[in-house]
């Protein structure tokens, strides 16, 4: 077996690459023993860690099954062919090794790479200054918002920071913007934690508020010089012409001394991109009808007028540039401070933001000997696998080289040396915003900045196993055609060369490209929800079922559109926002409950649960009318719930009792188990708190979402990003239209002499199209942004194309100017440009169609397998005991509370008088009480269970239920304090604490009636009301 110590793996969409992954690490693993424990597999996603796991073990297991030749896999074939080995010794190392990856699981190294620099990061905490024991932030606009907030709370303690704040919201107004900086702030703040901005940034570490105000009057200054010399220079011009004789009118269309006269008159809302001013100096500047006297001149003066006109032009675009970097110096002025606010609260909280990892090792560990390295990480991998290079950025890369570096350039105790598998396609890099760098495949494969002495063997996989004939047919054609509006050479060659996959046995197929029309955003809206109807409407018609179906959206709010459009239709839809937790009415309800329960007087939160309640009624307002004043009394009689639970105990067992009792989880409901494991979460991690949990869900309500089950039959919409790396038999993309160069917020940065800049190495610039007038080095920057865009515009086309198996449906937008022609800005041009190649572009015609696709195959749909949602039955208390009572319960009618849930719980452990000194006991323990109050609590127990009407409840030779849930023949579930049963004789026992109220008559009735419909007779039913005297209700 030939062994290259460094491949890579060039694979388009389709072409096996998991199975080639899979394969290579076999083959490694079944080479020797134990050798999986010498891998390191990476991706980036953690389902793409899942699915890579899943192959080796299915495969492993397979493999041990296998026992004749012709019923083998080919992998198998072939690793028998690679290995040398024969079918019983593959088939035996295969079960072996199953075997010790099972026994041996923490040693089956497949993992993301933020994983791993987790682990690196924990391995070297101590030396980095880390909490040995620190929390991971994966959401960064939480740790944002809040060091903003923080910084604005400086505005009137620090005098330097209020005047960069207040001037900053002072100039906003003057530009008419909304004086509120806090967007700006988060916006710019946001750099913090993206790896692009990173080097830059660092740039700036050693400069403080200072420098930048020096460098933003410094600008200012610079501005209003050049803005001075425009207008010197326009009124010479001026001048100039009446010093000649000459009139506006002499000069061609008037448009260049009017153009001066503004000018002249410091109006600078002008620009120099009109088509006279683009072709100044090309052509004469007279007026065709004028004297030749005139135009001799103006002639004569031609030369002084084109250079006078280019002073002017460089000036003013010294000046676009001057104000576009000032725009972005107050928001870089407090970066630091806002850094050193983001430090502060990770240090407070024992926190570090998952954004910091790569910068973090770069920083402090890549420069460690490799050696020491797997020392302190107590593994030594000889093989590394990356998985998706393409999406590796720039700092991910150079982290991993010396690690992989050392593999590759030494030998191990056999003479082996390690070896290196990089697996990627750079058609679709997609996640250039979150550092990602296509370029690093790219130079990688042409073998240039290759950080290791081995060079790479290239390996194409080139045949397209996913889809049928006639879309591999169209994505190559079409990708090949449009290759040359790629502006940089090695892009437009990536896609005209890449895009020439083999086909496989799958005939057939079918693409259709079809172009909507539509005069404005809300009817184009219309038709492409239309279309997109008709279409699942003919898919369905052939067989296929609605979870056969995947549509492709670029943005959330075009697949927001289509899911209400199709739920209208009462076609089935699984989408990101139906996947939120918020999307279910039944975790709202909850949500509104603890609303409620914090907030008794919140009407819009009583109007809600009232709605949630009479949904299936028929007088739906009446009901909520009746009830809105009395929405206690309705929970305790019409439920058994008393809203007290949610105040007395943790949030999670106050709403797990609200489930049962309105009956919330008769049937399977992921978003009731989701929801209560992000109660739980927050309960363990930061206390149970109502209002803390409210806090909490508002800030995250947007983001909780349930996975979506898998064999569901429903028409998934989702992104293209979220679409990488799957397959659908069927997929529709609307809105296929995008902008090619749609720039939004996008800042980039512009080298400039630090000489002239106070020491500034570079400026920050919002891109915008007249970056390229100001200066070569700028013009340079921006053109090579651009190239990105078209590379990352491409490969997003490039992603949705290449997810059908069976049938493409492509929705674009018919954009033709009025001479009709297309625009190749955007990806209905591309269409339209792909068409016109062919030779079959017809304007009149929308619908263009290549193959056809067949009748599905009869198939069963999977069994859903619904999972109960499973109740904690706790044994500890109902109520959370704390052990500073003296500081939580600082009010007379909190002590009282306290009190009451305390005698409530040893109650709950008394079945006859005997158990009196052991409850008393439990609860001196758990309450952790002053002597004062223990003895308050055994004097109420006593006076409970000596009472002459309780004694005989009490007493040896009843059965006795305490707690106990009684499930009601309408689902209801309810749980009194006591039940005493003598033979078919029962009496039911409810303490209260507090005043009298008539609902608990209510409540107790209902424990009655379930008794009874339970068979037996109920003697009595009794109030117990603990206060300083047992006063007892007997109904």
Partial sequence: ??????????????????????????????????????????????????????????????????????????????????????????????????????????????????????????????????????????????????????????????????????????????????????????????????????????????????????????????????????????????????????????????????????????????????????????????????????????????????????????????????KNAYGNIVPLTVMNSLRQEVKKIQAERDQLSISEFNTLISNEIKNQPAPFIYERLGEKYRHYFVDEFQDTSTMQWENLVPLIGNVLESIDDEGKRGSLFLVGDAKQAIYRWRGGRAEQFLDLIANRNNPFSSNPKIEPLPKNYRSHEEIIRFNNDFFQSTSTFLSHTVYSELFLEGNKQAINAKKGGLVELTFIDGDGETEKSESYGKTVIETIDRVMALGYDYGDICILVRRNADGLLLADTLTQQTIPVVSTESLLLQSSDKVRFLVDLLQYANQTDDRAASYRILAYLSADQPHRHRFIHENLDQLEYLFSNGYGFELTALNQRSVFDGLELAIKQFAL??????????????????????????????????????????????????????????????????????????????????????????????????????????????????????????????????????????????????????????????????????????????????????????????????KTLPMQQSIPYTYSNKTMPAFTIVTTSGNLWDTDRGNALFKGNLIHYAMGMIHTAADVGLALKEVCRLGDLPLDEMDTIRKAIGQIVGHEKLKPYFKDGNLVKNEQEIITKNGTFLRPDRIVINGQRATVIDYKTGKKNPNYAGQLDCYGNALEEMGYLVENKILVYINEDIILETL
């Fill in 1 to 322: 077996m030939t062994v290259y110590p460094f491949q890579i793996y060039n694979a388009s969409a389709g072409s096996g690459k998991t199975r080639t992954l899979t394969k290579e690490y076999l083959k490694i693993t079944l080479s020797a023993p134990k050798a999986y424990g010498k891998i390191l597999a990476l991706t980036f996603t953690n389902k793409a860690v899942g699915e890579m796991k899943h192959r080796i073990l299915d495969s492993l297991y397979q493999f041990g099954q296998t026992t004749k030749k012709e019923n083998a896999d080919s992998m198998f074939l072939e690793l028998m062919d690679d290995l040398q080995i024969d079918l019983g010794t593959l088939q035996k190392k295969s079960k072996e090794t199953l075997k010790d990856i099972l026994h041996n699981y923490a040693f089956f190294d497949v993992s993301t790479i933020d994983k791993f620099n987790h682990r690196l990061i924990r391995t070297f905490a101590k030396d980095l200054k880390l909490p040995q024991h620190f929390e991971v932030v994966l959401d960064k606009d939480l740790l944002l918002n809040e060091a903003v907030s923080r910084l604005l709370l400086k505005a009137g303690t620090d005098p330097i920071m209020t005047k960069v704040l207040i001037d900053f919201a002072l100039e906003k107004i003057e530009d008419d913007k909304s004086w509120d900086i806090a967007f700006d702030l988060i916006n710019i703040g946001n750099l913090l934690f993206q790896e692009n901005h990173a080097q830059h940034l660092e740039k700036c570490n050693d400069k403080d508020i200072e420098d930048f105000l020096k460098l933003k009057h410094a600008l200012k200054k610079n501005m209003a010089l050049l803005e001075g010399k425009i207008v010197a220079e326009a009124k010479q011009i001026l001048q100039l012409i009446h010093n000649n004789g000459l009139q506006y009118s002499d000069f061609s269309g008037s448009y260049f001394p009017k153009f001066i006269e503004k000018l002249s008159l410091a109006d600078l809302k002008v620009n120099f991109d009109s088509k006279w001013q683009v072709e100044f100096g090309s052509k004469p500047l007279y007026n065709k009808t004028c004297d030749e006297s005139i135009k001799m001149t103006i002639d004569g003066l031609f030369f002084q007028l084109i250079e006078s006109f280019q002073s002017l032009k460089q000036a003013f675009h010294e000046i676009a540039f001057l």
């Fill in 665 to 858: 989880a008769e049937e399977t409901d992921a978003y009731i188990i989701y929801f209560m494991d992000a109660v739980l979460a927050v309960e363990n991690k930061e206390g149970s708190n109502i209002q803390l949990f409210l806090d909490y869900w508002e800030r995250q309500k947007g983001k909780l979402g349930i996975s979506a089950p898998k064999g569901l039959d429903a028409v998934q919409i989702m992104t293209v990003h979220k679409a990488k790396g799957l397959e659908f038999p069927i997929v529709i993309f609307p809105f296929a239209n995008e902008h090619i160069y749609r720039r939004k917020d996008k800042k980039m940065w512009v080298p400039v002499n630090k000489e002239n800049y106070l020491g500034f190495e570079e400026l920050l610039l919002n891109e915008k199209k007249e970056v390229v007038q100001y200066g070569a080095s700028a013009a340079e920057r921006y053109l090579e942004e651009e190239q990105k865009m078209e590379l990352d515009a491409f490969n997003l086309l490039y992603v949705a194309l290449t997810r059908a198996e069976k049938a493409l449906f492509i929705l674009t937008d018919k954009q033709l100017d009025q001479k009709g022609q297309h625009n190749n800005d955007y990806y209905s041009g591309l269409f339209i440009h792909y068409l016109l190649q062919k030779g079959i572009w017809d304007a009149g015609k929308n619908v263009y169609a290549f193959g056809f696709l067949e009748e599905a195959e009869s």
